[in-house]
């Protein structure tokens, strides 16, 4: 079976990013991008299954302009066989992301789809469970441990309080959480060996989907600041201090 | 037109957060002179019926009681709902950002053909919405098109009301269809006499600083003094020291109590997006550069394996 692997260009997470002056966006030029996290240990794992035997190809796709290669390729560094970059310069919400997603599952008639449970940039946490829907697909998101027997997809999820086991018919969608696994870094022979492995183009429009947002952004703004605090020197200053407040 | 809320709950009592949603419901309920229902899906969950009925604000209840929605899987529980809109004329539905939450509103909202809004905030009118992004390093201000918004709403940002004081009018739904995609197998849920992380008037939290899962024993000591819930950073989870389900910040749970205590805790920006509208922040941290201390409201730089001991013994 063939599984695709969904990945996403995101400011790198120990960037600390600014909101424009003029409220417009937050300013992303020349700060470092990277792979977004939850989408490499969606790579990961998709690669451990074809190391295990139980797939036997894996596709990475990301949507975007030509900037998205590189992380395509960090992907097929990681281990993946083929990319494919729908093109767009168009900044995308999740729903139309999905929806194009949907339509290559479609196309490569996948048996299963992972992607990262969010995206640290938007933090929407959306597209999974669109996709899910969008392709008629079981869905088993927030994934602890991923295991492939008898036709089914068996899934421990995090919840809120613990841990919950699901049993899902194929084709199924997961998206990943951070105890899934460890991702690997890539090594140098196979960094040079990404180059050399296919990656296609296509269009919004050859897959036929309607991209124009739903939303629209009014602006954006910066968080209150909290006030700066003070130093307490020792335990009881610090007691004395919390029960003045009223919070102890 | 009516605004629908999912309620969340596990057949016996309706969660915590499905206060807090509903607190944002009643919110747009005034800017547009609607009604609000909440929808119980589940199976023998009667007592959770009598709990919503019973909600102040609440105009309807809408119950469908099945085998089917028994775990509310979500390929099962979404297209009950897409019924229930086109039917009754619903023009938001608001689901709770928890982890139940998070996984019924995108399938709902693409079933739908409408966006979502993830962790509302703050509502400005009908359509407009202020959500975080970026770790809540930034806020925005969205508009939607759609005829009906799907929107997930962050806790913290509304006062929970209580499940008193109402007097809904209960109507039952027809029963939803099992799609046979998903299959429950079982569920551990950690039981604890501490209070959830998420709606804890006081959390003590500990990070990469505690060393070991063990040592978090001196964070229970505190916590169980002063009725507080334990929590952790993502390093302290990544390290292996505790669960997932304890982690609070950008990509775990955020929190807001009156006091939370950062124990061994640098402060990185995904950890400060989890809590950082807490009222009352206190670090513990050796480092003094650390930067959890830039939003402490009291800093205590000094070693937790000697203030933990102490602090308990002082409260």
């Known amino acids: 079976m063939k599984v695709l692997v969904a990945v996403k260009r995101v400011v790198d997470a120990n960037v ?38 139980v797939v036997e190809e894996v596709i990475v796709v990301s949507v975007g302009d030509d900037a998205c290669q590189e992380q395509l390729r960090t992907a097929l560094a990681l281990g993946a066989d083929r990319a494919i970059q729908v093109k767009t310069e168009a900044e995308l919400q999740p729903l139309a992301i999905a929806k194009l997603l949907s339509k290559v599952v479609e196309r490569e008639e996948v048996s299963l789809a992972i992607l990262g449970k969010q995206s640290i940039d938007g933090d929407n946490n959306q597209t999974g469970q669109m996709l899910a829907a969008l392709a008629g697909m079981s869905q088993g998101t927030f994934a602890s441990s991923l295991e492939i027997k008898d036709g089914e ?28 696994n460890e991702p690997r870094f890539a090594s140098l022979p196979n960094i040079m060996k990404a180059k050399r492995k296919p990656l296609v183009q296509i269009t919004p429009e050859e897959l036929a989907v309607d991209i124009s947002p739903r939303l629209t952004t009014l602006e954006i703004n910066t968080p209150a600041v909290r006030a700066v605090g003070e130093r307490v020197a020792n335990v009881a200053e610090l007691v004395e201090k919390l029960k003045v407040e009223g919070v102890l | 037109m009516t605004i629908l809320v999912i309620a969340e709950h596990n057949n016996q009592t309706l ?77 938001h539905v608001l689901v709770s950002s928890t982890a139940a939450g998070k996984n019924i509103a995108p399938r709902l909202a693409a079933l739908l053909d409408v966006a979502q809004i993830s962790d509302l905030i703050e509502v400005i009118d009908a359509d407009t919405f202020v959500r975080p992004i970026y770790a809540g390093n930034a ?69 990469r600083g505690m060393k070991n899962g063990d040592n978090f024993v001196l964070l229970e000591k505190v916590a169980d003094k002063i009725g507080a819930a334990v929590g952790a ?60 201390f830039k939003v402490a409201d009291y800093g205590l730089q000094a070693d937790l394996f000697d203030v933990l001991p102490e602090f308990e013994a002082a409260l």
């Open chain 1, 16 to 53: 600390q990013i600014r909101v424009k002056s003029d409220n417009s966006g937050v300013d992303v030029s020349n700060v470092k991008m990277s792979i977004n996290p939850f989408c490499e240990i969606a790579v990961e794992e998709a690669v451990r299954l074809k190391e295990s035997g």
């Open chain 1, 153 to 180: 997809a068996i899934v421990t999820r995090e919840i809120d309080g613990g841990l919950q086991k699901i049993a899902l018919k194929l084709p199924s969608l997961i998206t990943t959480d951070l105890r899934l």
């Open chain 2, 15 to 91: 969660a915590l957060a499905t206060g807090n949603t509903l607190a944002a419901a009643q919110v747009l309920a005034s800017k547009n002179g609607s009604e609000v229902a909440l929808l119980v899906a589940g199976e023998d969950c009667q007592s959770v019926v009598e709990e919503a009925a019973s909600t102040q604000g609440v105009a309807k209840v809408w119950v469908a009681n099945c085998a089917a929605l028994k775990q509310q899987l979500a390929e099962n529980l979404a297209p009950l709902v897409v019924d229930l809109v086109a039917e009754k004329g619903i023009s």
């Open chain 2, 139 to 207: 806020l925005a201000m969205i508009k939607s098109s759609d005829a009906v918004k799907v929107l997930t709403v962050r806790s913290t940002a509304f006062d929970a009301i209580e499940f008193t004081g109402g007097d809904a009018l209960i109507e039952s739904l027809p029963d939803a269809v099992d799609q046979g995609l998903s299959r429950f197998i079982s569920e551990e849920v950690v039981s604890s006499d501490r209070p959830e992380l998420t709606s804890a008037k006081v959390i003590i939290s500990g990070g």
């Open chain 2, 233 to 292: 950073s993502r390093a302290a989870v990544d390290a292996g020291f505790v669960s997932n389900d304890m982690q609070v910040g950008q990509t775990g749970k955020i929190v807001a109590p009156d006091l939370y205590i950062a124990v061994g805790i640098s402060g990185a920006i995904q950890h400060l997006a989890g809590m950082k509208d807490s009222k009352i922040i206190v670090a513990i941290n050796t480092d003094e550069e650390a930067p959890i």
